[in-house]
Each structure stands twice: as C-alpha cells, then as structure tokens.
C-alpha cells in the first residue's frame, strides 16, 4: 500500500526548497564569516544567529516530507557567492537572496493550489509569513545602514551601527517557533 499522500511533483519542489533552506544557512554563514573577519562582530553575530534560523527551516521541510509519507533528499550545495564587497552590499545581497526564496516559496503555494493538495498549501503558508519577516529583516538592516551614512558611513557611524544591531533581538520570532529539535 502507497501511504505517500505528496505528488511526486510536490515532493520534487518540496526536496528543492529543502535544499534552497540548506544553502541559505551557508549562505548566512559566509557572510557572518566574511562580517566577523571584516570587524563587524555585532552584525556577524546576527548572521551566525541567522545561519542557525535558516537550518532549521530545513528541518521542517525534512519533517512535512517525512511526515506527509515521502522522502527528503539531501543534495550537494553549490558554495556560497563570493564575499561581499561592502557592508551595503552584503545587506543587498541577503535582500536579493530573500526575494529569490519568497519566489520559490511562491511556487510551493502554486503548485499546491493546482493539485489541490490542501495540506502543503497550509505547510507553505508558514513559509510564506516568514518570509515577509525575513525580508523585513535585510530591509531593515538596508534602512538602518542608509541613515548611517550608507557606503560613505563614517567609522564611528559604522560602529555604533554594529553594536546596535549586535544587541538587537531578532525580528523573526516565529522563526524560533521551530528547531532541529523541534522542527
């Protein structure tokens, strides 16, 4: 007896958002380590914090699938894009990396919706919340560097920059709902 209750197709898109969650956590990792190594520690501390949000996103892709009767695959990751060039363009960087997952959250929605799979629809529609905090996080950190002076922001603008966002609590609490222990 089949007791898979995901299309191949969904469990197909499923697996690549899997994947998407895992290269987003190096991703965050590479930029917290390019951050650290650049002497932003408060900055690099949020996205070593965020590296960790993003693995567990995974693992709740790697539940639904598991739980939903399928199987989650775990691929190789292609490395991290090279580092940024500037704090500015680390924050865009992240920005274009959240609108890139929120498209691709987008297609779990679609494809759920047309094969009237109920199930993941309301699975991704967690993703689709989350989403929005995630991007609200890179936005925020655009705007806050924006009034320190942006690429031009003096060393002193720059620290105080670094420390505050180093002390500040992550925005995306509903991400914290979910762990590797409790995905």
């Known amino acids: 007896m089949n007791t898979n209750r995901l299309s191949k197709s969904i469990e197909d898109i499923l697996n690549k958002q899997l994947t998407k969650e895992a290269h987003a956590a190096q991703i965050y990792l ?19 914090r965020h590296s960790g949000e993003e693995r567990n996103h995974m693992m709740k892709v790697v539940e639904y699938i598991q739980d939903r009767g399928g199987r989650a695959k775990v691929t190789a990751l292609g490395a991290p894009p090279a580092d940024p060039e500037s704090l500015h363009n680390c924050f865009q960087k992240l920005f274009q990396h959240e609108v890139d997952n929120t498209t691709a959250i987008y297609g779990i929605v679609d494809l759920a919706l047309q094969e009237k799979d109920w199930a993941t629809w309301n699975f991704a529609q967690w993703f689709v ?23 031009q922001a003096s060393d002193e603008s720059l620290l105080y920059l670094d420390t505050k966002i180093g002390n500040q609590k992550d925005d995306a609490e509903l991400a914290r709902d979910a762990s590797v222990d409790e995905p």
């Open 30 to 48: 590479s930029y917290a380590i390019w951050a650290d190594s650049e002497g932003y520690a408060g900055i690099a501390d949020l996205l070593f």
């Open 129 to 151: 919340k989350e989403q929005i905090e995630e991007e609200t996080l890179v936005l925020n950190l655009l705007d806050k560097l924006k009034i320190a002076g942006g690429d």
